[in-house]
């Protein structure tokens, strides 16, 4: 992937857009010149051509800004526009440049008159970091071109591009910009990020307060570390407690107590907010290994795999295949973070989950849940914890006794930990 960062202000005709259609997606490109190509389909289907296209692409402003944006445009579209309209995600990039991608939504509007709809692009192309397009059949056939909106009666001033359909890219849009906005690779990148929340999120000053006085563990434990990692209810509290006991260990959790009352409040933010939060968990709990780590072994309940498979999952649109291969950068250990000696994987068959989350009857978080209805997911969060390199990593099937699992997972770490 090139490492070329793409300003943020965007010149339409150098970028190709995607649109996501049932977990498939369409790209095209407006292209100064029309070379015979038709637009794909998503122009075409328009019923019969009168439909009115749209594209609001998030741009402008900082980041912070644009991250919250984002996630609100969905619902106030959801919640403002006419029966009759087609909502899709929708991203515009530079192909295979990081730092491109630009998110927004791609608006089909069937409805009955345009006043609602046209009032409402017209607040927020005027109010919020957004940029409208729209979308034009120009002659007979197939060619339709992209303009940027501007509010009837106003004077036209943009010019207008081909519609042309483009190649899926070598790279898979949503993996552009992951570095650094989904997962982070150092202490600093995540600690702006919360710095910068400051003014929105009364709760980030109590996880800066925390962080001040964090001292970075320099020197690797005396003791074996053992991280113990998987999807909920594959046994990881019990696992980990079990060997606490039997190794007269101390156990640690990522993101670790202190940060429980902020814990609600940042699982309700943008990605890029909520992934620095349990990132910066990870160096408070990493702390805790570096002193604990001195006195006897330490077991951790999650830790960075968890913050990096869970990001990496939601940020990859569409099918598994749409994952980083094994071996890219995005699956990199922080270079600052505590390696641990050993991370164990458990897991389960989805169906056997199921039944341990039934009879568990606890209330699930919206991930968990995300989790259970979504096989997809699960394969990519299960993929991308596989993948991250760093420390030594094993998989353990999960499926036999408690006991058994205990015992299998000692007899590793006797022979990986020379315990
Ligand atoms: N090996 C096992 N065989 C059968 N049941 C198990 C086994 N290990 C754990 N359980 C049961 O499965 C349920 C989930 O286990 P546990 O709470 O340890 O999972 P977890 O991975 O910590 O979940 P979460 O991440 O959601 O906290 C519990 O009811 C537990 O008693
Ligand atoms: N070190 C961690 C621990 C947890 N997370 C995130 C990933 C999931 O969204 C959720 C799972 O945690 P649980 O419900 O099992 O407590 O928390 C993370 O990103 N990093």
Request: some cysteine; aromatic content about 8%.
């Amino acid at each position: 992937m090139a490492r070329r960062t793409v300003s943020l202000v965007p010149r339409w005709c150098s970028r190709v857009f995607s649109v996501e259609l049932d977990g498939a997606a369409v790209y095209f490109a407006p292209r100064e010149k029309h070379r015979g190509e038709d637009a794909p389909r998503l122009f075409g289907d328009a019923r019969g051509g009168h439909a009115r296209l749209y594209s609001l692409i998030v741009c402008g402003g900082d980041r912070i800004t644009r991250a919250k944006f984002h996630g609100e445009l969905r619902d106030k579209l959801l919640r403002e526009l006419p029966p009759g309209c087609d909502v899709s995600p929708m991203s515009s990039f530079v192909p295979d440049v990081r730092d491109s991608l630009l998110k927004g939504y791609f608006l089909k509007d069937n409805s009955q008159g345009s006043s609602t709809t046209e009032g409402l692009l017209r607040d927020m192309s005027q109010r919020d970091p957004v940029s409208v397009c729209s979308y034009l059949k120009c002659v007979e056939g197939q060619v339709w071109t992209q303009r940027l909106w501007s509010p009837p009666g106003s004077p036209e001033m943009s010019k207008d591009f081909y519609v042309v359909p483009s190649d899926a890219p070598e790279c898979h849009p949503s993996t552009l910009n992951i570095i650094n906005s989904d997962v982070f690779y150092s202490f600093e990148e995540a600690h702006d990020v919360i710095k910068q929340c400051g003014d929105i999120i009364p709760e980030a000053a109590s996880v800066l307060e925390l962080l001040r006085s964090r001292v970075e563990a320099r020197s690797k434990p005396d003791f074996p570390v053992i991280v113990v990692e998987g999807l909920d209810a594959t046994g990881k509290t019990t696992l980990t407690e079990s060997l606490r006991d039997a190794l007269g260990a101390t156990l640690l959790r990522s993101p670790p107590q202190c940060l429980s009352p902020a814990r609600a409040r940042f699982d309700r933010e943008p990605p890029l907010i909520r992934r620095a939060f349990y990132a910066l968990g990870n160096y408070i709990t990493a702390e805790q290994i570096g002193q604990e780590g001195m006195k006897k072994p330490v077991i951790v309940d999650r830790f960075w795999h968890s913050t990096a498979a869970y990001a990496i999952a939601t940020a990859v649109s569409g099918q598994a295949c749409n994952l980083p291969a094994e071996g890219s950068e995005i699956y990199r250990w922080p270079g600052d973070l505590l390696q641990p000696s050993l991370v164990v994987l458990l897991t389960l068959d989805p169906e056997e989950r199921k039944t341990r989350l039934r009879n568990r009857g606890q209330g699930k978080t919206e991930e968990e849940e995300k989790l259970d209805q979504n096989q997809l997911f699960r394969i990519k969060v299960e993929k991308a914890y596989q993948r991250i390199s760093g420390p030594a990593f094993v998989t353990v099937d999960a499926s036999p006794s408690a006991d058994q699992v205990l015992q299998q997972v000692l007899r590793l770490i006797r022979a990986k930990c020379h315990l």
